[in-house]
Structure formats: C-alpha cells, structure tokens
C-alpha cells in the first residue's frame, strides 16, 4: 500500500484520519461479492493499522459517505451484513451520509447503531462528540 493512511479501489476509497481518530470511507456504485471481499480486506488492513498512530482499536469513529453507493442487490447485503456485524470492526460512533432513502433504509437495516446525515459537516460534529450512539 503505497500510503499507510489511505486505500483506494474504483468502488471504494478508506483514509485515516488520525488527528480526529477517524475512518473516512466513500462507497461508490454498484458491489458484487468481489467487491465485497475486497473491502473487507482493505478495512482489515486500515484497522489494523489503527494502534500503531495511537488509536486503540474500538476507540475511532467512522464515517461512511454513501452519497455515490447504489442501493445494493440482495446477493450483496448478506455479505455486508457480515462485514457490520463483525466485533473486530466495530466503531465508537458511525455515521452515514446517503442521499437516497431506499439506502438509507437498508444502511439502517444492515447495521442499526447508526446515525444517518445528508451532510458531511452535521456527521462530522456529530462524530466529534462524546454521547452514546444513535440518531
């Protein structure tokens, strides 16, 4: 990975940002299960790189802009439900930022702690913040 701090792919990007203890992960267009595997390898191996700029693993916070991602076909979701649910990727607080309200209910649907946004800046003070999750 040429930049530590940074994984691009043409369906998804994930940076990190360490000063916020932040994921910043875009998702574009329309997945099939490859692409799938491919970012859950990818967050594996940004996750893993977490402790080592002084961000304990579970501590950072994640958002999600979902504003270029389709609504996902059905062969896909189980896949991504998996990836959710998985303790090893859990977050402190996650938002989503998503245009689209089908995908804002199947974004609900995979992952229920949840806070949705339609705006990157009313996501980020929201992640700022240190109150329980939910929104």
């Known amino acids: 990975m040429p930049d530590s701090l940074k994984i691009d792919d043409a369906a998804f990007t994930i940076r990190i940002d360490p000063a916020r203890r932040m994921l910043d992960i875009d998702l574009r267009g329309l997945w099939d299960p490859a692409i799938v595997l491919r970012f859950r390898d990818a967050l594996a191996t940004t996750l893993g790189r977490l402790p080592t700029l002084g961000c304990p693993l579970g501590q950072q916070v994640?958002?999600?802009?979902?504003?270029?991602?389709?609504?996902?076909?059905?062969?896909?979701?189980?896949l991504l439900e998996q990836i959710a649910a998985n303790p090893n990727v859990t977050s402190r607080r996650i938002a989503i930022i998503a245009n689209s309200t089908l995908l804002k209910m199947q974004a609900k649907r995979l992952a229920p702690n949840i806070a949705l946004f339609e705006a990157r800046e009313s996501a980020l003070a929201w992640l700022a913040e240190d109150g329980p999750m939910g929104r």
């Open 62 to 78: 994640t958002l999600f802009d979902m504003t270029q991602f389709a609504v996902q076909p059905r062969d896909v979701l189980p």
